[in-house]
Nanobody, 122 residues
Framework: QVQLVESGGGLVQAGGSLRLSCAAS????????MGWFLHAPGKEREFVAAISGTGLATAYADSVKGRFTISRDNAKNTLYLQMNSLKPEYTAVYYC???????????????WGQGTQVTVSS
């Protein structure tokens, strides 16, 4: 089992920045690829970014490329998502997830956090 706890969400104005964190516990953190997903009201949960266990490989949704940066600190068992130049359409609950391989599908991730709300005001 892997337990994941997100933090860092909040209310920010358009154009602002937020840094989300995801603290992991349980099994060896570096053995897992990690991903961020968002779930906006009335929509399905969708992929944002992912990173390999070593941190050497990353992937992003086209909608966040150049704005968001995913990173991890395996010594601290923590995943991050730096979000810059935020837009109101990024308002959603953000979830971190752990899986065995880097990917963009929800099905590739076995463990999920409880989510953290990000609200971007216009």
């Amino acid at each position: 089992q892997v337990q994941l706890v997100e933090s860092g969400g909040g209310l920010v104005q358009a154009g602002g920045s937020l840094r989300l964190s995801c603290a992991a516990s349980g099994r060896t953190f570096s053995n897992y690829a990690m991903g961020w997903f968002l779930h906006a009201p009335g929509k399905e949960r969708e992929f944002v970014a992912a990173i390999s266990g070593t941190g050497l490989a990353t992937a992003y949704a086209d909608s966040v490329k150049g704005r968001f940066t995913i990173s991890r600190d395996n010594a601290k068992n923590t995943l991050y998502l730096q979000m810059n130049s935020l837009k109101p359409e990024y308002t959603a609950v953000y979830y971190c997830a752990a899986g065995r391989s880097l990917g963009s599908s929800l099905l590739e991730y076995n463990y999920w956090g409880q989510g953290t709300q990000v609200t971007v005001s216009s």
